[in-house]
C-alpha cells in the first residue's frame, strides 16, 4: 500500500505526461492512504485528503531549509535573466570560442563535465555554474539543453558523494559516528570511494558519450529534433547581441566564491559543516545584486527596466518552483506514510549473506528514486546496515557504499529530487524532458552497479 502514490506518480508522469498533474494525484493518494490508516472511512478521507494536500504545501514552507530552496530557485531566474538580457552570456561564448576553450561541441562538453566534477563543495553550485557557464555555449554548437542537463546532473551528486570533503561527508560521518565500529569511520569513508560504483559508473558513462558524441534513446531523439530544428523547448540563449563578458563574468564569481565563504561562515570556521540551503540561497542574492548594480552603474538598464527583468527571469522559472514544492510535499508524506521503511524492511529479511550489498543498493536506490531524497534514504539506511556489520561481520566499506550509491541514483534521477530539478532549472530544459532523456542511462548505470555488488559481495564475504 505504501508504494501506491510512487505508482500513481510514474502512471500519470507516463500517460498523461505532466508532471504537476502526477505529483498532485501522488500526493493526494498519500495524503488519502494516511487518513485510511487513521481510522477515516473512505468517504471521510476523499473529502478531507483536497485538504490535507493543501495543508501538506503550507507544511513545506515551515521548513527553512525547504522555504531557501524554494527562494534561491527564483532568484536563479532572476540571475540568469539579468546575465542574457544584458548581452553578457554572447559576450562570454564569443570570448570562450575566440580564445581557443571551447571551439567545437566536444570541448564545450568537456568545459561542463570538468566545470562540474571541480565544484564538489554542494551539488546545486555545481550544476548551477556548469549550467549557467554552458547554457550558451550549447546554443551555439546546436547541443540540445536536455544533453546539458545530462552533464551537470551527472557531475553533481555523483561527484560529491565522492570527493566527501562536503556537507555530504560530515552528513555521513554523523550518522556513522554513533556505532562501535572496528575501524575509523573515516577510514570507511576513504574506503567506499573504489567501491561506489553507482557513481563511478555515471561519471565514466557522461564522460563516454561527451568523447564519442554517442547517444542512444530518448537523447538521441532530442539531439536530433534540436538539429533539425524540430525542438519546440529550444529557447535560444545567445539571441542578445554580445556586450561586455562581465556582465556575466563578475555575478559568476560572485556566486561561487560567496558560497564557499558562506559554507565556512555558516559552519564556524568548518566548511564542511557549513549549511547549503542557506549558503546557496545567500550567494545567489548576491550575486543578483552585482548583477543588478554592475547594469545599473553602466546605465546599460534604468532601475524599472532591471526590476522588470529579474521579474520575467522568476516568473520563466514558476513552473519548475511548483513543481519542487509539490516534490517536496510528497517527500514528506511518503516519510510519514514509511514507504522508505517499508522498503528498507525487505532487505532485512534472511538471505545469503553475499547477497546483502547488492540487496541494500536495491532498496537505496528505490528509496531515493520513490522519496527523492539521497540523505532521507542514508538515514534510513545506515541504521539498518551497520548493525548488519557488527552482527554479521561483514565489510563497513562494502555495505556503506551500496548505501551511498544506492541514495545517489534517486538524488540524480528522480523526477521528485531536488537536485534533478535545479539541473534542469540550470540547463534551461523541461525537467520531463531532462528526467526522460537522463532515465536510460540512470538505469544502465544502476544495473552495471548491481552486478558489481553481486560480485563484490561473493569476492569478499
Avoid at 15 to 40: D, N, P, Q, T, Y
Avoid at 309 to 333: D, H, N, P, Q, R
Avoid at 408 to 430: E, K, N, Q
Wanted: contains cysteine; hydrophobic residues 55%; charged residues 10%.
Amino acid at each position: 500500500m505504501t508504494l501506491i502514490p510512487a505508482l500513481v506518480a510514474l502512471v500519470v508522469v507516463l500517460w498523461k505526461k505532466e508532471v504537476i498533474v502526477a505529483l498532485l494525484l501522488s500526493l493526494f493518494s498519500a495524503e488519502l492512504l494516511l487518513l485510511l490508516k487513521s481510522g477515516h472511512n473512505v468517504v471521510e478521507a476523499s473529502t478531507l485528503g483536497g485538504l490535507n494536500v493543501l495543508e501538506s504545501i503550507v507544511l513545506v514552507m515551515t521548513d527553512a531549509g525547504n522555504a531557501r530552496l524554494l527562494l534561491f530557485a527564483l532568484l536563479v531566474g532572476a540571475l540568469m535573466a539579468f546575465m542574457r538580457y544584458s548581452g553578457g552570456v554572447s559576450a562570454l561564448v564569443n570570448l570562450l570560442i575566440r580564445k581557443g576553450i571551447a571551439k567545437n561541441a566536444r570541448q564545450t562538453r568537456l568545459l561542463t563535465f570538468f566545470t562540474g566534477v571541480a565544484i564538489f563543495i554542494e551539488s546545486n553550485l555545481s550544476v548551477l555554474t556548469a549550467g549557467i557557464l554552458s547554457r550558451g555555449l550549447f546554443d551555439k554548437f546546436k547541443l540540445s539543453r536536455a544533453e546539458l542537463a545530462y552533464i551537470i546532473d551527472s557531475t553533481s551528486a555523483p561527484i560529491c558523494i565522492l570527493i566527501l570533503l562536503n556537507g555530504w561527508g560530515a552528513y555521513i560521518l554523523g550518522l556513522l559516528g554513533t556505532y562501535q565500529l572496528a575501524e575509523n569511520p573515516i577510514s570507511i569513508l576513504v574506503q567506499t570511494i573504489p567501491l561506489n560504483f553507482y557513481p563511478l559508473f555515471t561519471l565514466a558513462l557522461v564522460l563516454f558519450t561527451i568523447v564519442t558524441g554517442r547517444h542512444f534513446g530518448p537523447m538521441l531523439l532530442a539531439n536530433q529534433q534540436l538539429q533539425l530544428g524540430s525542438n519546440s523547448n529550444f529557447t535560444p540563449e545567445i539571441d542578445i547581441p554580445a556586450s561586455k563578458t562581465r556582465y556575466m563574468l563578475l555575478p559568476l564569481l560572485t556566486m561561487i566564491v560567496s558560497m564557499v565563504g558562506f559554507m565556512y561562515w555558516t559552519g564556524n570556521g568548518d566548511l564542511s559543516a557549513g549549511s547549503g540551503s542557506k549558503s546557496v540561497l545567500y550567494s545567489t542574492t548576491l550575486a543578483c545584486l552585482v548583477a543588478y548594480l554592475l547594469l545599473a552603474w553602466d546605465k546599460h538598464f534604468n532601475h524599472q527596466q532591471l526590476v522588470d527583468i529579474g521579474y520575467k527571469g522568476m516568473s520563466e522559472l514558476l513552473g519548475l518552483v511548483t513543481i519542487l514544492l509539490l516534490a517536496m510535499a510528497l517527500g514528506a508524506s511518503l516519510k510519514t506514510l514509511g514507504t522508505g521503511t517499508y522498503i528498507s524492511g525487505l532487505v532485512a529479511n534472511s538471505m545469503p549473506l553475499f547477497l546483502i550489498p547488492a540487496a541494500i543498493f536495491l532498496a537505496g536506490a528505490l528509496i531515493s528514486f520513490t522519496t527523492g531524497t539521497s540523505w532521507g534514504t542514508f538515514a534510513i539506511l545506515i541504521p539498518i546496515g551497520m548493525p548488519l556489520v557488527i552482527d554479521l561481520n561483514l565489510p563497513p566499506a562494502l555495505i556503506l557504499a551500496a548505501i551511498l550509491g544506492g541514495g545517489v541514483f534517486g538524488d540524480h534521477c528522480s523526477p521528485i529530487s531536488d537536485t534533478t530539478a535545479v539541473s534542469a532549472v540550470a540547463a534551461g530544459c523541461d525537467l520531463l524532458d531532462h528526467v526522460k532523456t537522463q532515465l536510460p542511462y540512470a538505469l544502465f548505470c544502476a544495473v552495471l552497479s548491481f552486478i558489481a555488488y553481486l560480485l563484490m559481495g561473493w569476492w569478499m564475504i
